[in-house]
């Protein structure tokens, strides 16, 4: 079995603008963003065609998808926020209506709420509307923010996706030119070959924030999923989190044991294809067991972006048994509508 927990279909202007109406579709935000523009296209195909369900089903039935998890674009963060909230909302509306109602898809897909993390009010409104819909599996949130993720403000939302059995999808859509931060302490990179280098780096930034601020103590059954890397880095900053745990406890009493310990059942990271590959193309074995890689790293196959990972070649040389959990195990169990649905589909329920 392969679960896809990483598909991003483009939710196209011409789709978009009638669907959100005025005022907000006089003067749409860019799909892709202008900063740090790469060098080369970012999507597979022109948006158009990489947002049809026709064209991802064919990706995803040639690569033996069994299952897969959509977490569809949308226009970062807008200041505005019931512009921001009309994006999120017509985007699940979208989802929901031109995927997740598909008859006789060769593919079982599942969908993500999209949520305007800015605004949580919106957010757990949104998270509660679509919430008793088996077939959305995870609330999906931008990487890049104002703030960490463990700050108050954020609460109430992870407290809607922890109500109801939703793990938070954490990725960054690509360079905007809305209202997002520098996504570096010491300003904005130039190259896309900067960019996408440090991406991880904000996934560590939250990890911490959240691990710190005593979130996954308050919601010990909450899960987080990034989807920009960062396994590799994980392990070896959380140790020195550890370190300073050690010495300033009295600082954060909430956090009961090691920094570290939250990793394994708290988050997991998306595929890519230089995990546990120091020169980017051999397989490390004593990375793959120093970062617990087998055990955090969910397949996402990033479909239809430039750096997509073929479930069919990307892990042949990882260890025995391994693969069989990246491909599907580890999804199953942090995704528990996803297990349902696809215990009740091999059983002929659903």
């Not at 691990?211 to 990034?226: A, E, H, M, Q, Y």
């Not at 009961?256 to 230089?274: D, G, Q």
């Not at 693969?323 to 528990?336: C, H, K, Q, T």
Request: a negative charge; hydrophobic letters at 40%; proline letters at 11%.
């Amino acid at each position: 079995m392969i679960v896809d927990a990483a598909v991003h279909p483009p939710f196209a202007d011409s789709e978009l603008g009638p669907r959100l109406g005025p005022p907000w579709n006089v003067r749409l935000p860019p799909l892709l963003g202008r900063r740090a523009e790469t060098p080369f296209p970012l999507l597979e195909r022109p948006a158009d065609e990489s947002g049809a369900p026709a064209f991802v089903l064919e990706r995803l039935t040639a690569r033996k998808t069994s299952a897969a998890i959509l977490s569809p674009l949308t226009r970062g963060l807008l200041p505005h926020r019931l512009n921001y909230a009309a994006i999120a909302r017509v985007t699940n509306e979208w989802l929901h209506d031109q995927w997740l109602q598909l008859p006789d898809a060769p593919v079982g897909l599942y969908g993500s709420i999209r949520v305007p993390v800015t605004v949580p009010d919106v957010s757990v409104t949104e998270v509660e509307r679509w919430a008793g819909d088996a077939r959305f599996v995870q609330i999906a949130v931008p990487l890049r923010t104002p703030s960490p993720y463990g700050d108050e403000r954020y609460f109430p939302i992870w407290q809607a996706a922890a109500a109801n059995d939703l793990p938070v999808f954490v990725r960054d859509d690509g360079p905007r030119a809305n209202m997002e931060p520098p996504p570096t302490p010491v300003g904005a990179p130039i190259h896309f070959a900067e960019y996408h280098a440090i991406a991880p780096l904000a996934t560590i930034v939250h990890i911490t924030s959240l691990i710190t601020s005593g979130v996954f103590d308050r919601l010990p059954n909450l899960k987080f999923v990034f989807g920009d890397g960062g396994v590799d880095l994980a392990r070896s900053m959380l140790w020195r989190v550890d370190k300073d745990w050690r010495s300033g406890r009295l600082e954060i009493p909430w956090v009961t044991e090691l920094p570290s310990s939250y990793l394994r059942r708290h988050i997991r990271f998306i595929s890519h294809v230089e995990d546990c590959r120091p020169d980017g193309s051999v397989l490390d074995p004593e990375q793959v067991r120093v970062t617990e890689a087998a055990d955090l790293v969910l397949f996402g196959s990033n479909l239809p972006f430039w750096d997509q990972v073929d479930p069919l070649e990307q892990f042949r040389d990882w260890p025995d048994g391994t693969s069989d959990r990246i491909l599907a195990g580890n999804a199953l169990e942090v995704y528990p509508r996803l297990a349902k649905a696809l215990d009740a589909s091999t059983a002929g329920v659903a």
